[in-house]
């Protein structure tokens, strides 16, 4: 495994980002990142797999999701029928027995990068829940008097969207990092990772309106970096004229193909509010 995380061709990484990255890796604690959607929290995960030559395990976390299934869950259930069919599998517990998420990366021959994606989405109970196993990294399966341990701490990558409050418990285990909201350097280089061919003065005029839309007082939601990679997208396949987006006119608010930056009802209608304010003062 390589030994620093500097970025990838594919991930332009900031500064304060390398260092939290490589900081994590050093102390192998997990490393907890929070920051708005669309920022790439979950895209590190993969890049950090790539950078470092490690296998990426996910664990997608949803709001029915336990912290016991991602050590392992006894399907009690299929055992109880094949033993009512005179399987001979129901004599060895093991065959009931399947492997969670946990148990994969503390069993990987080559160590891994676990992503534990979206965190906040489960039960509250659920960081707690996993506190112990992600000190001791070993768990016990029961059923079978087994004791899984990990030869060597995988890289445990957690995401937040800041959708519940983790508890505190939880986060002194961590190495917390928050990725900030891209300035317009950041995001110039961000996309020419993804458009290299690109005409600086459309990226030029793209930004304005971006920048300006993602400061309109009472917006729902934000437009983020993948969904202003969608709208370049989206510009350069219907070759859009440059008078289109260099019109910086008040009484047209919502920008071209504003579908793929505004994604709800309520932040279409504030624009056309603002839009019909303004021609209404002219």
Not at 34 to 49: F, M, R
Not at 58 to 66: A, F, G, L, P, Y
Request: charged share 30%.
């Amino acid at each position: 495994m390589k030994e620093r995380f500097e970025g990838t061709s594919n991930y332009v990484a900031t500064d304060d980002l390398k260092v939290a990255v490589n900081a994590a890796v050093t102390l192998r604690r997990p490393l907890l990142i929070k920051g708005e959607p669309g920022t790439g929290k979950t895209v590190l995960a993969h890049e950090i797999s790539k950078a470092t030559g490690a296998p990426l395990i996910e664990w997608n976390v949803k709001s029915t999701t336990k912290a016991q299934q991602g050590l392992y869950e006894y399907d009690a259930v299929a055992r109880l029928r094949d033993g009512q069919l005179g399987d001979e599998r129901v004599h060895d517990i093991g065959n009931y027995i399947r492997k969670g998420k946990l148990w994969e990366a503390f069993t990987s021959p080559d160590l891994p990068v676990l992503l534990i994606d979206e965190i906040d989405k489960a039960d509250i109970e659920f960081p707690n829940d996993l506190l112990q196993e992600l000190d001791r990294m070993s768990f016990d399966v029961y059923e079978t008097g087994e004791r899984v341990e990990a030869k060597e701490r995988p890289i445990v990558v957690i995401t937040s969207n800041n959708e519940k409050e983790l508890p505190d418990a939880f986060l002194r285990r961590c190495f917390f990092h928050y990725i900030k909201f891209p300035d317009r350097e950041t995001m110039e280089a961000i996309i020419a990772v993804h458009f290299p061919d690109i005409q600086n003065r459309l990226v030029s005029e793209a930004l304005e309106i971006f920048y300006e839309l993602r400061e309109v007082p009472g917006l729902k939601k934000k437009p983020s970096t993948s969904e202003l990679l969608d709208w370049l997208k989206l510009l350069l396949v219907e070759d859009m004229p440059m008078d289109v987006l260099q019109s910086r006119d008040s009484a047209k608010a919502i920008p071209p193909l504003h579908g793929a930056l505004l994604k709800n009802e309520q932040d279409v209608m504030l624009l056309e509010r603002l839009a019909f304010l303004a021609r209404r003062e002219r």
